[in-house]
Structures are given as structure tokens and as C-alpha cells.
């Protein structure tokens, strides 16, 4: 059996196709654990509504407390063998289970990962770990991770053995909570397989969670990006690929920190103070790591410089960024069409 588990708050608009994507997959033997955290829109209703529906579903409703919380309530009450996690906005391809499962299984594999279609408002595109099946072992897995970045920090990609999970859970209180747990889940396993199917489909709103410009969630990447150098830091094959997350979060966090008010300024304090501290004690090393993007290096030689005042710079630095960027994704989206 396999245990789906999806976790929802306030997703009226999206869970039904949530949910009917997974309903429908090509193997039959599965749960679904619908797991409500504190919604105050319809969506709990809809939930309800599949429970007469398909006996497979069971919906659970507690108090909000956030993706990790969802995520680890439900995974007291799994019955599979085998555990998915799919995000309420977000839907599978028809045979995406049975693909994932099938491979793991032929290959004697832990984790399955596999390929991904992300999708905005304007634009489409897929992501594959591996142009051909694949195994791998989990430090390849953690240098792919970290260093190669050929796999991704999402925990929906992937399927796992249920005994990864055993003793294992998402942090609670923080945002990117898939940084402080998937490089976890991939030194348990044994045997890792990458597959380029295209199973999951990502989908991107302006709402969503990679778009909150608020200085605690750049913050809380920045915690997870410094956990990762704490842990892995000191090895030499991972060291670049930690300064680079390392980098990409003070870019991050500096950007917000323009805009942010004092109150929010105050309770991130600690953690600005943090940055800073880094900044200046790593600059050097930064800026001759070649896995650093330009605009990345930039910025942390500004917050070692300027500290808090660099961040009006830093702010302009994204903006032009992410008007290129943009740019090169419709244009990539209008090839991916074709």
C-alpha cells in the first residue's frame, strides 16, 4: 500500500483537483490522508465530501500549525509501505505512483525521485534528476543535493520506503522546512533511483510560498542554509555547494530586510546580527567559491561591507535579476510549448 499524504489550508480552489488527481491513479492500492490545518475557507467541506466518496480517504482536522505540522500528523497514522506527499495546489499524473513504486521496487531502492512540471501563470517547465534511470547511494544522492543541485529540497518528487521516515520529521516553526529534512531521508536510504518521468505537477501563484518576499521567511532559508553548512561544511567535496546556499539566502534576506518594518526588523534581530557575522568571516572564501552566482557574491561582499545599510542595493539587485530572469523563462516556456 502506499500512503498519500496531503496536507491543506485554505485550498478551496485547488484541492479538488488535488485529491481527484490522486483518486485517479492507476494503482489502486493506496490511502489518502487529508490532513486540514486550521482552514477557515471551504476546503475542509470539500475534504468531508470525499469520505462517502472512496473509503481509501480519511480526513483529519486539527488547529493550524503550519506544512511541517500537517505533514508529521499524518505520518503518525500511515499505513503503507510506502509514503508520497503531494501539495494541496499541486497534482499528479495519472500513472505517477505506480511509475515511482514500480521503479523503487525493480531497483531495490529506498527513494524514487523523479521529474517534475512546473507551472506559473505564464509559463511551463520540466525538471528531470536523471536524463535515464538511475541508482545511486546516498552520498552521490547528498553531492547531487548540495553540489551538482540535480536534485531538488522538495519532499514532493519523491516516494520513500515507509521506514525512512521512522524517527524522522519536518522541523515545526519554520518555513523551507524540506531544506532540514530531505538530505535527512536520502543518507537513510540505501539505494536512491532517479527517473526522468515527469509525474508531479508544481504549481507556481504569486501567493505561493517561494514568492513571500517577508523577512521571516527569507530568514527561516537562511536558518536552513546554515544548518546544512553546519553539518556539511567542514567536508571538502561539499563545502562550495554550502557557501552557495549560504550566499543565495543572504540575497534573499537582504532584499526583504529593505522593505521590512521595524517590528519585523526587531524579532529577526538575532538572525540579522547572524548574516552579518558570516558575511564578514566568509567573504573572502565566497567570492573565489566558483559554484556562487555573481549577484550572490555581490551581495554578501555588500553585507560584509555595509551591513544593514547594503539592503536598499540588494533589493534593486533582485528586482533587475528577476526581470531577467523572467524573461529567460518565457522564452524557454515559448520552446517548451513548441
Avoid at 506527499?85 to 505517477?96: G, S, Y
Avoid at 529534512?181 to 508544481?202: C, E, F, Q, S
Avoid at 544548518?227 to 546556499?245: I, P, T
Wanted: some cysteine; proline content about 3%.
Amino acid at each position: 500500500m502506499i500512503s498519500i499524504i496531503v496536507p491543506f489550508f485554505n485550498e478551496e480552489t485547488t484541492l479538488e483537483r488535488c485529491v481527484n488527481s490522486i483518486r485517479e491513479q492507476t494503482c489502486g492500492d493506496l490511502e489518502i490522508l487529508l490532513i486540514d490545518d486550521g482552514s477557515t475557507d471551504g476546503s475542509g467541506r470539500i475534504a468531508d465530501t470525499y469520505t462517502d466518496r472512496d473509503d481509501r480517504i480519511r480526513v483529519f482536522h486539527k488547529e493550524n500549525g503550519g506544512l511541517s505540522s500537517a505533514r508529521n500528523y499524518a505520518l503518525d497514522y500511515v499505513s503503507g509501505d510506502w509514503i508520497a506527499f503531494v501539495d494541496a495546489d499541486d497534482h499528479l499524473e495519472p500513472a505517477a505512483l505506480e511509475t515511482a513504486v514500480g521503479h523503487a521496487l525493480r531497483e531495490r531502492a529506498d527513494i524514487c525521485v523523479f521529474g517534475r512540471r512546473t507551472e506559473t501563470p505564464d509559463t511551463a517547465w520540466d525538471t528531470r534528476p536523471a536524463e535515464a534511470c538511475t541508482v545511486i547511494g546516498p552520498e552521490e544522492a547528498l553531492r547531487r543535493l548540495l553540489v551538482t543541485q540535480e536534485l531538488r529540497f522538495a519532499a514532493w518528487d519523491k516516494v520513500y520506503r515507509r521506514a525512512i521516515f521512522e524517527g524522522l520529521r519536518f522541523p515545526e516553526g519554520y518555513n523551507y522546512e524540506d531544506r532540514q529534512t530531505i538530505h535527512k531521508a536520502l543518507l537513510r536510504a540505501g539505494r536512491i533511483v532517479l527517473i526522468p518521468d515527469i509525474l508531479y505537477h508544481y504549481v507556481q501563484y504569486s501567493e505561493s510560498i517561494v514568492h513571500d518576499d517577508s523577512l521571516k521567511n527569507r530568514l527561516d532559508h537562511w536558518t536552513a542554509s546554515l544548518g546544512l553548512y553546519e553539518m556539511f561544511g567542514d567536508r571538502e567535496d561539499l563545502r562550495g555547494g554550502c557557501l552557495r546556499l549560504c550566499a543565495f539566502s543572504i540575497y534573499r534576506a537582504w532584499g526583504a530586510l529593505a522593505e521590512a518594518g521595524e517590528q519585523e526588523r526587531a524579532r529577526g534581530e538575532t538572525r540579522i546580527r547572524e548574516i552579518m557575522d558570516f558575511a564578514g568571516a566568509h567573504y573572502s572564501e565566497i567570492l573565489r567559491e566558483k559554484l556562487c552566482k555573481p549577484h550572490t557574491t555581490a551581495a554578501v561582499l555588500l553585507v560584509a561591507a555595509f551591513g544593514t545599510a547594503a539592503a536598499p542595493l540588494v533589493r534593486t539587485m533582485i528586482r533587475i535579476h528577476r526581470k531577467e530572469y523572467r524573461i529567460r523563462q518565457k522564452r524557454y516556456s515559448r520552446t517548451f510549448s513548441k
